[in-house]
């Protein structure tokens, strides 16, 4: 009826006013959620919904698949969630240079890396934290859009290559400055003969230079016998194998027991990490290692237990 208001009921039916339920709820409700905390409690609700159907119903499951994480729930884009790796020198500094590292790796003109390179030279940030919080979340997000089909290979190559020169760079320029320590520690780094992207190789070098720890091997160095001559030849403390493909697995663990069988490398550690150990870590429980590092954090971690 004309005249008559939005929620109550047409005048002379002698019906109470209806109450309007949606500013009802807007009175009593308390403190609405950012549009961040609205993603988590959306992400979690997908993620919870499908388990428990899983669980209730498991003769309909024919076909298991990897759970996807968030974006913004992804410890390997944002570290920073972490609470170890938020205590880390400068962690906010680094964080800055995401954006500009990103926009710099795919720029048509060489000059914005190079430009990059003296930015970071020039700041106070520890080499390690930059791995953390910089490097390796730049790294994942290339990654991320190569997998979902937003960059094409070209970009990634080149992208992947100038982060590769600027680790290195870095890395190098800031290990002169380390002076030896009486009794250095030494870590001998190799990959599977799969790994053919080897940026990770490389920033965990990065981390161990800046810990003091004496880099040997590298992205160059495969399971084969130029490891264990090298091995022969020299004490290590630790040995890093970077595993690049799930279906290395037993590569990885006859390496491990080949080396294991040499009772002068008894008091040597052996850690394996890479994209492999990094998606599907529990492959990795039994094949001998000593360490399983699942995110160059894990490796810091690895670190600093041996240098206690």
């Given at each position: 009826m004309?005249?008559?208001?939005?929620?109550?009921?047409?005048?002379?039916?002698?019906?109470?006013?209806?109450?309007?339920e949606a500013n009802a709820a807007q009175e009593t409700a308390g403190p609405r959620l950012t549009g961040f905390e609205h993603r988590i409690l959306e992400s979690a609700i997908r993620g919870a919904v499908?388990?428990?159907?899983?669980?209730?119903?498991?003769?309909f499951v024919t076909d298991a698949?990897?759970?996807?994480?968030?974006?913004?729930?992804?410890?390997?884009?944002?570290?920073?969630?972490?609470?170890?790796?938020?205590?880390?020198?400068?962690?906010?500094?680094?964080?800055?240079?995401?954006?500009?590292?990103?926009?710099?790796?795919?720029?048509?003109?060489?000059?914005?890396?190079?430009?990059?390179?003296?930015?970071?030279?020039?700041?106070?940030?520890?080499?390690?934290?930059?791995?953390?919080?910089?490097?390796?979340?730049?790294?994942?997000?290339?990654?991320?859009?190569?997998?979902?089909?937003?960059?094409?290979?070209?970009?990634?190559?080149?992208?992947?290559t100038r982060l590769g020169m600027i680790v290195n760079h870095?890395?190098?320029?800031?290990?002169?400055?380390?002076?030896?320590?009486?009794?250095?520690?030494?870590?001998?780094?190799?990959?599977?003969?799969?790994?053919?992207?080897?940026?990770?190789?490389?920033?965990?070098?990065s981390c161990f230079r800046d810990m003091g720890w004496d880099v040997d091997g590298g992205a160059d160095l495969e399971l084969d016998d130029s490891l264990y001559m090298r091995l022969s030849n020299s004490s290590y403390s630790l040995l890093g194998i970077s595993v690049a493909r799930i279906d290395e697995?037993?590569?990885?663990?006859?390496?491990?027991?080949?080396?294991?069988?040499?009772?002068s490398l008894d008091r040597m550690k052996i850690a394996v990490g890479g994209p492999a150990v990094m998606k599907t870590p529990l492959a990795f429980q039994a094949i001998?290692?000593?360490m399983i590092a699942k995110s160059a954090l894990e490796v810091m971690q690895v670190a600093d237990r041996l240098g206690a």
């Open positions: 004309a005249g008559d208001r939005f929620g109550e009921p047409p005048a002379g039916t002698g019906e109470p006013p209806q109450r309007d499908p388990r428990l159907v899983v669980a209730a119903h498991k003769e698949q990897d759970e996807v994480v968030p974006p913004e729930l992804d410890f390997h884009l944002h570290p920073e969630l972490d609470p170890k790796a938020r205590e880390l020198p400068c962690t906010d500094k680094a964080i800055t240079y995401r954006t500009a590292l990103a926009q710099a790796l795919v720029d048509p003109d060489p000059r914005s890396h190079r430009a990059m390179i003296e930015e970071l030279q020039r700041n106070d940030i520890p080499m390690h934290t930059l791995a953390i919080h910089l490097f390796s979340p730049v790294a994942a997000q290339l990654g991320r859009l190569w997998c979902n089909d937003e960059t094409d290979f070209i970009q990634v190559a080149v992208a992947s870095l890395s190098q320029n800031r290990s002169q400055t380390i002076r030896a320590r009486e009794k250095a520690r030494r870590v001998l780094l190799a990959r599977t003969q799969g790994a053919m992207h080897t940026l990770g190789v490389s920033i965990v070098a697995v037993d590569e990885c663990a006859e390496a491990i027991r080949r080396i294991h069988t040499n009772r001998g290692a000593d």
